[in-house]
């Protein structure tokens, strides 16, 4: 199981940390990453870590602004989001995969946490 937490509504400029608590499964095996949801838009990704925490890929619209870590003592993934722009908004969902993250099909999801940026 994957538990995202971390939203909530905050200024344009400002920061968040999102998290999300693994359980169920062997943390160290799985690459795991972020995706998002706008409203009526399609779920996008937004960053992944491989195995070892050693890669670290991101979607180019947050590129330099947020940064995607993993805790293997504690099975938790972050997210630390700064320089938030409205166009961040969204639903922010984690999600562990065995193999490669894809925006649809992955092994584990989080719920969602919801991300507000006001301008």
């Known amino acids: 199981q994957l538990q995202a937490s971390g939203g909530g509504l905050v200024q344009a400029g400002g920061s968040l940390r999102l998290s999300c608590a693994s359980s169920?499964?062997?943390?160290?095996?799985?690459?795991m990453g972020w995706f998002r949801q706008a409203p009526g838009k399609e779920r996008e990704f937004v960053a992944s870590?491989?195995?070892?925490?050693?890669?670290?890929d991101y979607a180019d619209s947050v590129k330099g602004r947020f940064t995607i870590s993993r805790d293997y003592a504690k099975n938790i993934l972050y997210l630390q989001m700064n320089a938030l722009k409205p166009e961040d908004t969204a639903d922010y969902f984690c999600?562990?995969?065995?193999?490669?993250?894809?925006?649809?099909?992955?092994?584990?999801w989080g719920q969602g946490t919801q991300v507000t940026v006001s301008s």
């Open positions: 999600a562990a995969d065995r193999l490669r993250l894809q925006v649809y099909e992955n092994d584990y």
């Open positions: 870590i491989s195995l070892r925490g050693t890669i670290r």
């Open positions: 169920g499964f062997t943390f160290s095996n799985y690459v």
